[in-house]
């Protein structure tokens, strides 16, 4: 994959300040998400799993945490707490799908993502989000400019967005982790 001019001036448009920042250039609402359907995605190249679409998750609860390579200080950060909640809450209906996008200049090169997966020690379904398809549709629309690409989305059962985490990271002991549970537990618990 190689990023043109147009995708690497969004990905200065999105880069992270630092916490705390308060910047109001970024506009970090997530009310014209939550509540809603999540639209279908456009992820290809599976790792762990045959490739999945929304629709067929449906009646599960579905965690999407966009990610990129190790270098991602924010990304290796969170990475122990996606395995820790595959672990958890897989079998009580939860699927944990990590959707990596590429953010290097450099061509993606074959088997990447699937190193970075290892890497993390992902066990759950892992995909590439090419030119940022998805997260586009998703999070980074014309209309807004968000401080955050590594960004998760918690789906229903019934396939509507309830939850999105915008920060960088939910570390093991972080309070964002612990609210991150607490949605999970809601959400497995509804039938």
């Known amino acids: 994959m190689t990023l043109g001019p147009a995708l690497l001036s969004a990905m200065v448009a999105v880069a992270p300040v630092a ?7 970024f506009d970090d609402d997530t009310s014209d998400v939550v509540g809603r359907p999540a639209p279908p995605w456009e992820l290809e190249q599976w ?4 490739p999945l679409t929304l629709a067929s998750l449906r009646g599960k609860v579905v965690l999407v945490r966009w990610f990129m390579s190790p270098e991602c200080p924010f990304c290796t950060a969170t990475a122990p707490s ?3 909640l595959h672990r958890d809450y897989a ?3 939860l699927v944990v799908v990590g959707a990596y996008h590429h953010k290097r200049a450099e061509p993606l090169g074959p088997g990447e993502v699937a190193g970075y997966a290892a890497q993390y020690g ?3 379904p892992v995909a590439v989000d090419p030119e940022w ?4 549709n998703w999070w980074l629309r014309p209309a807004h400019r968000r401080r ?4 998760s989305f918690l789906i229903d059962r019934r396939g509507v967005v309830r939850h999105v985490h915008t920060g960088g990271k939910y570390a093991p002991g972080d309070p964002e982790l612990a609210t991150m549970r607490a949605w999970i537990d809601r959400l497995v618990s509804e039938r």
């Open 91 to 93: 079998a009580r209906g």
């Open 133 to 136: 398809r998805t997260l586009r």
């Open 47 to 50: 790792i762990n799993s045959k």
């Open 148 to 151: 955050w690409t590594s960004v």
């Open 19 to 25: 916490a705390g920042g308060g910047d109001p250039a």
């Open 122 to 124: 992902f066990q759950f």
């Open 82 to 84: 996606l395995n820790q």
